[in-house]
């Protein structure tokens, strides 16, 4: 039985993201030409936006994440040069 990863990898959800802004920006690229109304494009357009919003947000949380964790190993480090040698 495959048992659900309780921390999904982040990279999943931003490779996910980048590749649903590449769909809906072909369908926007896609549109009907000015005056004909193309409301699937313009739902595609909007999709678009919320996508990139999402994924830059992901990336921050990311970004942030991996901050915390240099800064921890940094810490880590410095603690072994601290300790006195047997």
């Not at 495959?2 to 549109?31: C, H, K, L, Q």
């Not at 004909?36 to 992901?58: F, H, K, N, S």
Request: aromatic letters at 6%.
């Amino acid at each position: 039985m495959n048992e659900v990863s309780p921390t999904p990898d982040p990279m999943t959800f931003i490779r996910e993201g980048v590749d649903d802004i590449g769909v809906y920006v072909g369908m926007w690229n896609a549109r009907k030409p000015l005056p004909a109304p193309d409301a699937a494009a313009r739902l595609a357009g909007e999709q678009a936006i919320e996508r990139v919003d999402m994924t830059i947000r992901r990336l921050w949380r990311l970004r942030l994440r991996l901050e915390r964790e240099i800064a921890a190993e940094d810490s880590a480090w410095l603690a072994l040069d601290d300790e006195p040698e047997a």
